[in-house]
């Protein structure tokens, strides 16, 4: 057994002799260049896989710019529409006469104050309830239709147009009266 592995091999059969030598040159390559402070020489799986890690690290990166870029819009939108809203809403009422308004806001009831003239102007579309960041306000509404555009999940719906009768609803025929407040 005092042969070397590369004697055993070529005694085999199994290695040519030209195979042996370039195997052998290159392992004394890439001891000379580690000796000499060069990186070894890459093989081409070693090249193949750092061309999927790049690959895989530009995907990611891609993914995380989208996901900022997203970011940055919603707070941009965000921004706009309470700027929008702090612009142009119209002032709390305070020490005049007015009563509450209850409306729906997401499964939540939800009241703001108003007197006979602004409950008037809400019936007939001139103006429009927004809820943002846990306030609302009355905004005109063409200011209601720019913020719409933006989210429509702020603007709550309103209207005293009568909401379509479904044919199986038992109550179809008992209509609430106009003048009921509650």
Do not use: C
Not at 3 to 13: F, H, V
Not at 54 to 75: F, G, H, P, S, T
Not at 145 to 150: A, F, Q, Y
């Amino acid at each position: 057994m005092s042969d070397s592995l590369r004697d055993q091999l070529l005694k085999a059969g199994l290695v040519s002799k030209k195979k042996a030598t370039q195997v052998e040159q290159q392992q004394h390559r890439q001891q000379y260049r580690q000796a000499k402070g060069q990186k070894p020489v890459q093989t081409d799986e070693q090249r193949e896989a750092a061309a999927r890690a790049q690959a895989a690290k530009v995907a990611r990166d891609r993914e995380l710019n989208r996901e900022r870029a997203a970011k940055a819009d919603a707070k941009a939108r965000h921004a706009a529409i309470r700027q929008l809203i702090d612009q142009h809403r119209l002032p709390p009422l305070e020490g005049e006469q007015f009563d509450y308004f209850n409306f729906v806001a997401g499964k939540k009831i939800r009241r703001i104050a108003l007197n006979a003239d602004l409950r008037a102007r809400l019936s007939r579309g001139e103006l429009a309830i927004v809820r943002h960041e846990g306030r609302s306000a009355l905004v005109p509404a063409e200011v209601a239709d720019r913020i719409r555009e933006r989210e429509p999940a702020v603007v709550i719906s309103y209207s005293d147009a009568p909401a379509a009768v479904d044919e199986n609803d038992p109550y179809k025929d008992f209509v609430v009266p106009d003048d009921l407040r509650w």
